[in-house]
């Protein structure tokens, strides 16, 4: 199946920082991305669509001056997390679509202290 | 949005047998997927099966798209199926049944 990857894999930060994830589809273009975040013991939560080229979308309640999304090209997203706070530490997870397919990315941990 | 609704929530199997894992949703999808997210995180794609059945090895899946559900069968279970299953139609997770195989 196809391969997408995720960078860094975790990371700790002070708060008021600004943390960057990438997301690669590394074996296919992917013109759209999603990602996604988990807290402990919970489901999977939508944050956004991400399109290459254009404006990524936002579910109902994430902020988006928050949670920065660039999709500069067919294989690269990425999230950026502003000014992070310790409830922003979460487990980020991005996935790419081939086909009607979805495959994810190992996911980065982030804590915020 | 859709809604999806897993369960059982919580299952624990001796090794050996056999479970049946339901997710049921709101709404018709032509976009169904089954994943298995380990211990360390890592979501693996089990099966994409917008409608009808599948098998691979010890794992089988049904979608009845017409009324709005999949099944996920484990055969055979062993301590490595341990973990969090999900459905996800059109990219909405449900809340997971979490699978405990005990030796």
């Known amino acids: 199946g196809a391969v997408v990857s995720q960078h860094p894999s975790r990371v700790i930060c002070k708060s008021g920082t600004s943390v960057k994830i990438e997301c690669r589809s590394l074996d296919f273009q992917a013109t759209t991305m999603f990602w996604y975040r988990q807290f402990p013991k919970k489901s999977l939560m939508l944050m956004a669509t991400?399109?290459?080229?254009?404006?990524?979308?936002?579910e109902q309640g994430v902020e988006k001056d928050k949670f920065l999304i660039n999709h500069a090209s067919l294989t690269l997203s990425t999230l950026t997390v502003t000014s992070a706070h310790p409830e922003d530490s979460s487990f980020y997870i991005c996935?790419?679509?081939?086909?009607?397919?979805?495959?994810f990315g190992p996911g980065t941990r982030l804590t915020v202290l | 949005g859709i809604q999806v609704e897993q369960s059982p929530p919580d299952l624990i199997l001796q090794e050996g047998a056999n479970s049946t894992l339901r997710c049921n949703f709101s709404?018709?999808?032509?976009?169904l997927q089954w994943f298995h997210q380990n211990p360390w995180g890592q979501l693996i794609n089990l099966f994409y099966i917008p409608s009808g059945t599948k098998q691979n090895g010890r794992l089988s899946a049904t979608t009845v798209a017409t009324e709005r559900y999949s099944l996920l069968y484990i055969s055979s279970s062993q301590t490595t199926d341990s973990g969090v299953y999900f459905c996800t139609p059109y990219m909405r997770f449900g809340a997971g049944t979490r699978l405990t195989v005990k030796p």
């Open positions: 996935s790419a679509r081939e086909g009607g397919e979805q495959f």
């Open positions: 709404d018709s999808v032509n976009n």
């Open positions: 991400s399109n290459e080229g254009s404006k990524a979308t936002y």
